[in-house]
């Protein structure tokens, strides 16, 4: 509070003296906004991260997980990646928290208040794997733009709230429903409030899965800030961007939702593939729908040192956006071979699935461990970068990590 | 509210701490340390080539980047992306069409240049060997 005081006494010539250069347009800063250039944050102790997460950005806050930090079955806050388009909402008042169920093809626009939604409606839980579209990004070439996310941005953790389709129905859904589309109170990064920083959402047929849910739960407890407290909306194994944070509305459209990071190259891949580099016209990117086929090695942490004869036990997680996971395999000889590994089934649909085995090498030397998923489809994660896109979405290219044996 | 206690607590927390620190090595140390201690303090400071306060390249361009990129987002968008000049150009663009940056006049054409010679991309291939790797024994 007091440094909100300070802030707002400051004046403009304060800050441009403590930048050291001229702060352009500075007259529009929004009242009380600190420069980023002063901003000083842990945002570990802010969001009880893990400090072993990688922090990509701080205006607006994204951070990522490793590997290794993703081991436990059902993923904690600590190593929960962090995807936000625009700035925290502040100052949130649960008591005065509505959520409004409009659009064109609602029967009757709904106002519900928090107590409300908690009371009038059955409650569920599932564990859903969230990803971030632009998971894996920093391989691409060429680069793409945007968070340059590793491997990191994904998690498994168990959602508790009610189903979006239950309140659908409450206010009643028209035939001509196509779509719905979330709003949520986070703010533009350039604080206009007329300007959404993203609102995004899903087909009907996903909406109306008793998977997709409105949640006010994580893993037990009442969702971290970062991660919509107080209610989300949460659609499972489709891009994390479509499961809307600090929910204050869902219209139910009669066309495909045009709100913001729904057009352009946000969140779509060429309809058809293009080469790498290529220029895609508007009208010939689609959104992108269920997440694909993917896994990941989260024991042992790349880089183990292991004795002659030894071998490693290897676990990890994965997932196939819609569909089931029905094949794990890794190889030692950069897929000259495969080998089987043990395939639990999920919890609940959308829950990503373990896997676990063990590796012997045959010698000392250098080996990667190069782990592979099938889904349900036969669709396989390809060894290489799949199919370039514009903003680098979608790279589910095998995981692997380095081991020596000495 | 209890996030934002905390982390005012923490910041002052470490404000205090760095005083502490600022004000012992001043009290202890000649002179000339006392010069680089100030420059690493300063917001302004350059340290082996690099803005410290904000991770940008220390180059031609530097405080216009500063001055038009960093006011809403932060430096490290810039830092952590590589992209070719047409690239760069087109950020700019979109940033203009949907995100409400403002026209930069004759400042454009030195922002650009900063960018694309300071971040540019590397051919990576289809799939980059493995690197950074930190060997640790494993004990099972």
């Known amino acids: 509070m007091k440094r909100r005081n300070f802030i707002k006494k400051a004046s403009l010539s304060t800050f441009t003296a403590l930048i050291g250069a001229d702060i352009v347009f500075g007259q529009f800063l929004p009242e009380g906004y600190t420069p980023l250039a002063l901003h000083q944050t842990d945002p570990f102790a802010l969001f009880e991260k893990d400090k072993e997460m990688q922090v990509l950005n701080d205006r607006p806050w994204n951070m990522e997980a490793q590997a290794h930090l993703l081991d436990d079955s059902i993923t904690p806050n600590k190593y929960m990646f962090i995807r936000n388009n625009g700035l925290i909402p502040k100052n949130i008042d649960i008591n005065n928290w509505k959520l409004t169920i409009d659009g064109e093809s609602v029967k009757e626009t709904k106002t519900y208040s928090l107590a409300e939604l908690k009371s009038k409606f059955k409650h569920y839980t599932y564990q859903l794997t969230l990803e971030c579209g632009g998971n894996g990004r920093s391989e691409f070439n060429p680069p793409a733009k945007g968070n340059q996310w590793t491997v990191g941005a994904v998690s498994c953790a168990n959602w508790t709230g009610v189903r979006l389709k239950d309140i659908l129905k409450d206010a009643g859904i028209k035939k001509n429903a196509i779509y719905i589309g979330y709003h949520s109170a986070d703010m533009h990064l350039t604080g206009d409030i007329n300007k959404a920083p993203i609102s995004r959402g899903v087909p009907m047929s996903k909406a109306l899965q008793d998977e997709t849910i409105l949640a006010f739960k994580m893993n037990g407890k009442n969702i971290p800030l970062a991660h919509g407290y107080p209610l989300r909306l949460v659609a499972g194994g489709w891009p994390a961007s479509a499961s809307g944070k600090w929910l204050t509305g869902i219209s139910i459209r009669d066309k495909v939702h045009d709100g913001a990071k729904m057009k352009g190259s946000s969140y779509r891949v060429p309809c058809k593939p293009v080469a790498p580099g290529s220029k895609v016209k508007d009208e010939d990117m689609c959104i992108i729908e269920s997440m694909p086929v993917k896994s990941l090695i989260t024991y042992p942490k790349t880089g183990a040192l292991i004795q002659r004869g030894k071998k490693i036990n290897l676990r990890g997680h994965a997932w196939a956006g819609e569909y089931g996971v029905s094949k794990m395999e890794y190889s030692i000889d950069y897929g000259a071979s495969w080998k089987q590994c043990l395939l639990e089934n999920p919890v609940n649909r959308l829950a990503w699935q373990h896997f676990s085995t063990t590796v012997g090498f045959p010698s000392r030397g250098y080996y990667e461990v190069w782990a592979r998923a099938t889904d349900t489809e036969n669709n396989a994660q390809p060894m290489l970068l799949p199919g370039w896109n514009p903003k680098g979405y979608l790279n589910n290219a095998c995981h692997r990590i380095a081991v020596k044996v000495v | ?140």
């Open chain 2, 1 to 140: 509210m209890i996030l934002k206690r905390k982390y005012l607590f923490y910041s002052v927390v470490s404000l205090l701490a760095v005083i502490l620190i600022l004000f012992i090595r001043h009290k202890s140390e000649n002179e000339n340390n006392y010069e680089i201690v100030k420059e690493s303090a300063s917001f302004n400071g350059i340290k082996d080539g690099i803005h410290i306060n904000t991770g940008l390249k220390d180059a031609d361009g530097l405080p216009l980047v500063i001055a038009h990129c960093t006011g809403c987002h932060s430096a490290k968008l810039i830092t952590q992306n590589r992209l070719s000049k047409d690239g760069w150009q087109e950020v700019i663009k979109w940033m203009q069409e949907t995100q409400n940056l403002w026209d930069l006049g004759e400042d454009e054409e030195s922002i650009v240049a900063y960018l694309s010679k300071n971040y540019a991309p590397s051919q990576k291939g289809r799939r980059e060997p493995l690197k950074n790797i930190e060997w640790y024994a494993l004990e099972d």
